[in-house]
């Protein structure tokens, strides 16, 4: 079952072809204009050009972020790898944008990577690092700084479940069907589900499908603890992962950052290190506009007015 795509919104809506590398209006720090959540939750996705291979789409302070390759499952080829290491990066320096969805166009949100095309530039010798001139999708080496919250349909497997599982919030459609595989293909996963889904589901939940090649289904994505939501169908599973975006994205961006980055250091160096760096995090949020008008806004009884200042 495909994503249902509604007419493009005439609300600050920008979309934007990475197929060929340019990031077009979604150039850092653009200004971008205020809507609604529940405009958010109304309208689906614009529909993609056909040859755009990642699309990023602009709603106020939301990006949509979209696989595009539904001829192919969506899989992920070099070209793609790094129009979607350009988008992430483009989002991340952006002070107008503060909350991304990851989806995919069509019936499936990825069935994984490109074999062909990547063992042919492989073969050429021409590989350089996909992400060179992005952040990593895969999230092995620097990560987003802002909030990631993938929404997910249909097949995902393999690179597309390692693309799935750096997301900061999960969001599944019913039909999802979940697959690390590789093993049964002669290769192995190489982007990331070593450490990540054995860090998130626990060593006999990650190698019970890992080493046997089964797949699993939305409800035991769940209960390993890698969904936080399940939505009946696909439309509705990016209905609510935007109405999430919206809802981050009416937080204090600052104290969003901080509270990733504590995350961060937390799993990626010691839980001893986080913990000396809370004060002084703190302290230095005390000292901003933001939580000044958070308090006012408080006192006064209505929605924060949050600037990132």
């Known amino acids: 079952m495909s994503v249902p795509m509604s007419r493009p919104s005439r609300r600050a809506v920008v979309m934007s072809s990475l197929g060929g590398g340019a990031l077009g209006l979604l150039a850092p720090g653009r200004p971008v204009e205020s809507v609604q959540a529940s405009e958010r939750r109304l309208d689906g996705p614009s529909p993609p050009p056909p040859d755009s291979k990642v699309t990023v789409e602009r709603r106020g302070e ?38 991304a969805v990851l989806f995919g166009h069509g019936e499936n ?38 909030p990631l919250v993938a929404v997910v349909h249909g097949d995902t497997w393999n690179m597309g479940h390692e693309l799935f599982l750096v997301a900061d919030i999960r969001v599944a459609s019913a039909d999802t069907r979940f697959a690390q595989d590789e093993n049964t293909h002669g290769r192995f996963p190489g982007g990331g589900s070593t450490v990540r889904f054995t860090r998130e589901a626990g060593w006999g939940n990650a190698m019970r499908y890992m080493l046997t090649g089964d797949h699993w289904g939305a409800e ?34 600052l104290g969003i950052k901080a509270t990733l980055a504590s995350a961060h250091v937390a799993v990626g160096q010691s839980e001893g290190t986080a913990f000396s760096n809370l004060a002084p995090q703190y302290r230095a949020l005390y000292g901003t506009e933001d939580f000044l008008e958070g308090r006012k806004a408080e006192a006064e009884g209505r929605t924060p007015i949050f600037r990132g200042r």
């Open 62 to 99: 939301v990006c949509l972020i979209g696989l595009n390759r539904p001829h192919i499952h969506n899989r992920v080829d070099p070209e793609a790898f790094g129009a979607l290491a350009r988008a992430y990066a483009a989002y991340d320096a952006d002070d107008g944008l503060r909350a």
């Open 109 to 146: 949100f990825s069935r994984g990577i490109d074999v062909d095309a990547f063992t042919d530039v492989l073969r050429t010798g021409k590989a350089r690092a996909p992400d060179a001139d992005g952040i990593d999708p895969l999230g092995r080496r620097t990560p987003l700084s802002k």
């Open 220 to 253: 035991e994505a769940r209960r390993m603890g890698l969904v936080q939501e399940i939505a009946p169908d696909p439309r509705a599973a990016l209905d609510l992962g935007l109405d999430m975006a919206a809802r981050i994205a009416r937080c204090g961006p």
